[in-house]
């Protein structure tokens, strides 16, 4: 049976896009793969998130992994699976919701916090947890967490940055989440491209130096 995460694993950093238009998330989007990051979640608190999806999964293909984030509705669910997303991304689990989005088929990642939420996510067949908000406690949280749960696929969200990202594996991350760290709200709003790709490329190098 083929890896399901074989491509969160190798794509190893998400940048987490809220864009204010899909055309800020597309150029924000470029920005980001020529800085060196390939895993793009394109959030459905951007306007469009669906056109931008399939937009990127077009200009790109294999080369980059499309997602959908902030997938809060069955509707969206499918939305973004009709689009090509690759993996579908919840802030939390509900089950009702967790379930419309197993049910596309595609890989499905949702959030939670303790170990509880952790529990209630595996129960229901998630194929990455996504450890939200991150930044509550740190990497040293997340390595916690394997004490419970040394097989889980856990993914931290929040708090993360060029500098932790090392901490963040090092504790056991299978790939993490960079949200305002990367795609920055104040560079998307001055549509400064060259930011967000320097951004980029700073998390590039340091996903390459923590896997050295």
Known sequence: MPDRLS???ATGVLAVLRAPSPEAALEASEAIIRGGVTGIE??????????VIRELIARHGDAAYIGAGTVTTAEQAAL????G???LVSPGTLPALTRAMLDTGRVVMTGAMTP?????????????VKIFPASLGGPSYLGALRGPFPDAPLMPTGGVTPDNVSDWFRAGAVAVG???????????????WADIEQRSARFAAALASARS
């Not at 973004?80 to 689009?83: I, M, Q, Y």
């Not at 509880?116 to 990455?128: F, I, Y």
């Open 178 to 192: 960079a949200g305002g760290d990367l795609a920055n709200g104040a560079s998307l709003a001055a549509s400064d």
């Open 42 to 51: 394109v959030t459905f608190s951007t306007p469009d998130a669906p056109a």
């Open 7 to 9: 491509r969160a694993r």
């Open 85 to 87: 997303a690759e993996f």
């Open 116 to 128: 509880t939420e952790v529990m209630g996510a595996l129960e229901l067949g998630v194929d990455v």
């Open 80 to 83: 973004a699976a009709d689009a």
